[in-house]
């Protein structure tokens, strides 16, 4: 199984950035897609965005176009979120995922990183 680790997260000021990064492992790691979901206690998780391995083309959810980027690098099996402009609704544990869907309100991944918590302080 593909395990993801990820890393970047932290406590920013509202109006600040922070970028995540999340590595797979493996050798052969050629998945459809790559995505960032964020998860507030008490609250189903939710995807941020989405890329599309093969040819980089990314999908954000409506409360981030414009703010965040996610991108990968193939070389490094690594997939990235950066995060401009964060506001306190952005606080959440982060969490990236291999090849994510949803099965009514549940999202549910092949394989999900450790998550890592940003705060954003207003």
């Known amino acids: 199984q593909v395990q993801l680790v990820e890393s970047g997260g932290g406590l920013v000021q509202a109006g600040g950035s922070l970028r995540l990064s999340c590595a797979a492992s493996?050798?052969?790691?050629?998945?459809?897609?790559m995505g960032w979901l964020r998860q507030i206690p008490g609250k189903e998780r939710e995807l941020v965005a989405y890329i599309i391995w093969s040819v980089g083309s990314p999908y954000y959810a409506d409360s981030v176009k414009g703010r965040f980027a996610i991108s990968r690098d193939k070389t490094k099996n690594t997939v990235y979120l950066q995060m401009n402009a964060l506001n306190y609704e952005d606080t959440a544990v982060y969490y990236c995922?291999?090849?994510?869907?949803?099965?009514?309100?549940?999202?549910?991944?092949?394989?999900w990183g450790q998550g890592t918590q940003v705060t954003v302080s207003s």
């Open positions: 995922a291999l090849e994510p869907s949803r099965i009514g309100s549940t999202w549910v991944a092949s394989s």
């Open positions: 493996g050798s052969t790691f050629s998945p459809n897609t």
